[in-house]
């Protein structure tokens, strides 16, 4: 199976708090999304690895995902290893994603901008002859690179390179994060409301997406939007293109 998107998050609610609108947006005009997580979020101080699995998984579904993968590293301790790459690469070369979207090139979590790297370089090395990767089936795989990388915006108020409409997909961005409720749903009751709080458990968290969203697109004439980086600057084939 070939995709079009490959979003990636080191923690399994990072795609969706953060690049959501944009997957779903491009899912109705008929492109194939799938989704890699690194981790489990297994050292997060709500729920388990466990757990935020199935919530993933019902989030995917949700979403429209053609697949989500889990690649069982560490949480807090996946590095910069040859190793680590090594394991991405198979999944690039498997699904062959056009674009591929990663975490924040910097962020609150440090887990973020050293996943931001990661990616981006097993992207680039994906692209390599002489790095030999075996599928499933034990075939060897042909090299792949994405045409292009780019990071969405996480916590901090990053300034994006450009931002996505989201206008007609937030409540339903918002309807998906809620699948992950053993991490936000301190403050409604229910089966995680005694657990300890966090600064994404309540529901001024919730306020500030919606209003990190309108932010973004305020400038550009959209109501809500989604922000991205890029390290090397996008081409525009039409002015009248940008908004």
């Given at each position: 199976?070939?995709?079009?998107i490959?979003?990636?998050g080191?923690?399994?609610?990072?795609v969706?708090?953060?690049?959501?609108?944009?997957?779903?947006?491009?899912i109705e005009?008929?492109?194939s999304v799938?989704?890699l997580?690194l981790t489990?979020?297994?050292?997060?101080?709500?729920?388990?690895?466990e757990?935020r699995?199935?919530?993933a998984?019902?989030?995917?579904e949700?979403?429209?995902?053609k697949f989500?993968?889990?690649?069982?590293l560490?949480?807090?301790?996946?590095?910069?290893?040859e190793?680590?790459?090594k394991?991405?690469i198979?999944?690039?070369?498997q699904?062959r994603?056009?674009?591929?979207?990663?975490?924040?090139?910097d962020?609150r979590?440090?887990?973020?901008g050293?996943?931001?790297?990661?990616?981006?370089?097993?992207?680039f090395?994906?692209g390599?002859?002489?790095?030999?990767t075996f599928?499933?089936d034990?075939q060897a795989?042909?090299r792949?690179?994405?045409?292009?990388?780019?990071?969405y915006?996480?916590?901090?108020?990053?300034?994006?390179?450009?931002?996505v409409?989201?206008?007609?997909?937030?409540n339903?961005?918002?309807?998906?994060?809620?699948?992950?409720k053993?991490q936000?749903d301190d403050h409604?009751?229910?089966?995680?409301s005694a657990?300890v709080?966090?600064?994404?458990?309540?529901?001024?968290?919730m306020?500030?997406?919606?209003a990190?969203?309108r932010s973004?697109?305020?400038e550009?004439g959209f109501?809500?939007a989604?922000?991205?980086?890029a390290?090397?600057y996008p081409?525009v084939?039409n002015?009248?293109d940008?908004?």
């Amino acid at each position: 199976m070939e995709i079009d998107i490959l979003a990636v998050g080191v923690h399994p609610d990072d795609v969706e708090l953060s690049a959501s609108g944009t997957l779903l947006r491009h899912i109705e005009l008929g492109y194939s999304v799938g989704l890699l997580d690194l981790t489990r979020g297994e050292l997060g101080s709500r729920g388990t690895g466990e757990i935020r699995t199935r919530e993933a998984l019902d989030a995917a579904e949700k979403l429209g995902a053609k697949f989500r993968v889990n690649l069982d590293l560490p949480d807090g301790f996946a590095q910069y290893s040859e190793d680590t790459i090594k394991k991405i690469i198979p999944i690039l070369r498997q699904y062959r994603p056009k674009i591929v979207l990663a975490n924040a090139l910097d962020d609150r979590h440090p887990d973020h901008g050293r996943a931001a790297k990661i990616v981006a370089d097993a992207c680039f090395y994906s692209g390599l002859l002489k790095i030999e990767t075996f599928g499933a089936d034990g075939q060897a795989q042909e090299r792949w690179r994405p045409d292009a990388v780019y990071h969405y915006i996480q916590d901090r108020n990053r300034k994006p390179d450009f931002v996505v409409d989201i206008s007609d997909y937030l409540n339903k961005k918002m309807a998906i994060i809620r699948c992950f409720k053993s991490q936000f749903d301190d403050h409604l009751p229910g089966e995680y409301s005694a657990e300890v709080s966090t600064p994404i458990s309540g529901a001024d968290f919730m306020a500030f997406i919606r209003a990190k969203a309108r932010s973004f697109g305020r400038e550009a004439g959209f109501e809500f939007a989604e922000g991205f980086e890029a390290s090397r600057y996008p081409g525009v084939l039409n002015l009248f293109d940008l908004k």
